[in-house]
T-cell receptor, first 111, second 116 residues
């Protein structure tokens, strides 16, 4: 089983749509959780951290369910510029602090 | 600009060549990482350095050899690579210390490597 699993998509949605991405992780000792965004042929960049109480940043809302080991990202009022791959990321601390990436979910927002 | 710089941005090398990738950060971070991203595959963690010490080698073939001379620099030495090693190699850094909290990683722009 992969440490971090995501639906690869692609999700093809019209502008203005609401879209939700889900992610599950296998290591119950995972400490921190993030959503990264990666544009084509570019490096990943942090979109937002995910807190236990859930958090919102403009049109983006992230939720964490530790009991179910599940993370979500909701994007409201999609823009063309939201088209990218969204990576679910989990940090663990065993022999070292490290970030484990999911395979990413591709989002295409059409006019 | 994230504060993590990788050179070169593009590299084409033959299977018998020896080359090195360089990563530099002046963010004061104590953890540095090498990731590999192949076409249509997720990011794969290769090596982790915490406080200049290698703390993780994720079953990477010995033809990849990392070096971390100080907390600001990380190298990946390459020799006798195979065509399937062609990929985007990404360096990242993150802070470490008391109370890790939500410590994000900052990525360099990557080196796109082609082995011919």
């Amino acid at each position: 089983r992969k440490e971090v699993e995501q639906d690869p998509g692609p999700f093809n949605v019209p502008e203005g749509a609401t879209v939700a991405f889900n992610c599950t992780y296998s290591n119950s000792a995972s400490q921190s959780f993030f959503w990264y965004r990666q544009d084509c042929r570019k490096e990943p960049k942090l979109l937002m951290s995910v807190y236990s109480s859930g958090n919102e940043d403009g049109r983006f809302t992230a939720q964490l369910n530790r009991a179910s080991q599940y993370i979500s990202l909701l994007i409201r009022d999609s823009k063309l510029s939201d088209s990218a791959t969204y990576l679910c990321v989990v940090s663990t601390m065993d022999s070292s602090y490290k970030l484990i990436f999911g395979s990413g979910t591709r989002l295409l927002v059409r006019p | 600009e994230t504060g993590v710089t990788q050179t070169p941005r593009h590299l084409v090398m033959g299977m018998t060549n020896k080359k090195s990738l360089k990563c530099e950060q002046h963010l004061g971070h104590n953890a540095m990482y090498w990731y590999k991203q192949s076409a249509k595959k997720p990011l794969e963690l290769m090596f982790v350095y915490n406080f200049k010490e290698q703390t993780e080698n994720n079953s990477v073939p010995s033809r990849f050899s990392p070096e971390c001379p100080n907390s600001s620099h990380l190298f990946l030495h390459l020799h006798t690579l195979q065509p399937e090693d062609s990929a985007l190699y990404l360096c990242a850094s993150s802070p470490l210390g008391q109370g890790l909290g939500n410590t994000e990683a900052f990525f360099g722009q990557g080196t796109r490597l082609t082995v011919v």
